[in-house]
Nanobody
Framework: VQLQASGGGLVPAGGSLRLSCAASKNIFSINVMGWYRQAPGKQRELVATITGSGNTNYANSVKGRFTISRDNAKNTLYLQMNSLKPEDTAVYYC?????????WGQGTQVTVSS
């Protein structure tokens, strides 16, 4: 499974961005997809995940501000990010867990200015 993330950029605090992650195969059968992020000097951390049945999970730091979704017809995963804060600045990676293997996209930079 190849994953291509896009949609990052520079936004002011309080702004919004929508990240996309296009998969190279039909995502209907992918068990779990999600987004992680890594800020400079920090470990990669979970942002949000979504299962094939649509169950979602969010990091406490983004609950109520971020929404993860998937469009099986377009083989694409999304992350809608609202009310962005400077501490959301990081490289965001999409992720898929399929047939006991984890796959990662290349990452997209999100920078939130104060």
């Amino acid at each position: 499974v190849q994953l291509q993330a896009s949609g990052g950029g520079l936004v002011p605090a309080g702004g919004s961005l929508r990240l996309s992650c296009a998969a190279s195969k039909n995502i209907f059968s992918i068990n779990v997809m999600g987004w992680y992020r890594q800020a400079p000097g920090k470990q990669r951390e979970l942002v949000a995940t979504i299962t094939g049945s649509g169950n979602t999970n969010y990091a406490n730091s983004v609950k109520g501000r971020f929404t993860i979704s998937r469009d099986n017809a377009k083989n694409t995963l999304y992350l809608q990010m609202n009310s962005l804060k400077p501490e959301d600045t990081a490289v965001y990676y999409c992720y898929a867990y399929y047939q006991f293997t984890a796959y990662w996209g290349q990452g997209t930079q999100v920078t939130v200015s104060s």
